[in-house]
């Protein structure tokens, strides 16, 4: 029975040596401990309250029943045109709207 080769890569960095061929691990080393700063105060534009770090937008979102921007980043946008409704509602709505026209028409021809 003939040995089997194995070529090993050591990537170095602290990343843990694996065998050619096989997936490395892509998952970043951990290189220490990440502070991220606390947001900075903000005046609400509701009440013209001013409200302090990441706590003041949890509590101004929860008084007002709001969420923040970045939290919709990735949503399909709406304009004031957008009509969400069916197209059975959308031919429903014509048909009353062509109904209470002739009517009105109608009225005023009697």
């Known amino acids: 029975m003939g040995h089997v080769r194995e070529t090993w890569v050591f990537p170095g960095g602290g990343r843990p040596p694996y065998l050619k061929g096989t997936q490395p691990d892509t998952l970043p080393i951990p290189r220490g401990i990440t502070i991220l700063p606390d947001l900075p105060d903000f005046v609400s534009p509701i009440d013209n309250k001013t409200y302090s770090g990441r706590a003041g937008l949890r509590e101004h979102c929860k008084i ?40 009105e028409v109608n009225r005023h021809y009697r």
């Open 64 to 103: 007002h029943d709001v969420v923040p921007n970045a939290d919709l980043r990735g949503l399909p946008t709406l304009t004031m045109q957008s009509d969400l409704r069916s197209a059975e509602q959308k031919q429903a709505s014509n048909e009353h709207r062509k109904r209470t026209l002739i009517n």
